[in-house]
């Protein structure tokens, strides 16, 4: 019997998503992630129907400094449509975190449309850690804005970078 000497190629996820601010929801996510991809790449959207607290540089610096101990995984800047992206980095799937019932509504159609523009990425959906199920990065600046404690729902530079974000607001 031969040996199968083809070369496997890495199994590449993206995902996507705004990050505004990377939460520790976020960071299970790409946990868990990690049995399922050889490489993830973090992609970082700038969204132009969403008014951000952070700069799109400012949040693909929080995403790199927070996951730069996970060596399989890289942050890069998204522009144009998510399927394109994840075509041109010859990914097989996008990674989407559902936290609820009301969030699989929007992903489902989501997922529809990212498989009709690209056949070959499949959508895999992810839950959080069952401790990270309520936290929305929306949550997350909210509570930071009215001088709550969230320096356990997010990575210290998250927490630093609030900090400071709020303090010149």
């Known amino acids: 019997m031969m040996a ?51 700069t799109l540089e400012e949040r693909l610096d929080l995403a790199r400094k927070v996951l730069s101990k996970y060596s399989w995984v890289s942050v890069e800047k998204i522009d144009g449509l998510t399927a394109e992206f994840a075509k041109k980095k010859k990914a097989v799937a996008l990674v989407r975190g559902v936290r609820a019932v009301s969030d699989f509504e929007n992903e489902f159609q989501m997922a529809l449309m990212n498989r009709k523009l690209a056949r070959d990425v499949e959508t895999v959906f992810l839950m959080p850690s069952l401790s990270w199920v309520f936290l929305s990065s929306t949550l997350v600046k909210d509570v930071a804005k009215n001088g709550g404690d969230v320096s356990t729902l997010v990575p210290p530079p998250v927490n630093r970078a609030l900090k400071k974000k709020f303090a010149s607001a």
């Open 4 to 54: 199968n000497t083809r070369k496997k190629s890495p199994r590449i996820g993206v995902y996507p998503g705004a990050f505004d601010p990377i939460t520790n929801g976020h960071l299970s996510l790409v946990v868990r992630a990690e049995s399922l991809f050889d490489r993830l790449i973090v992609a970082v959207a700038e969204n132009h129907e969403k008014q951000t607290l952070f």
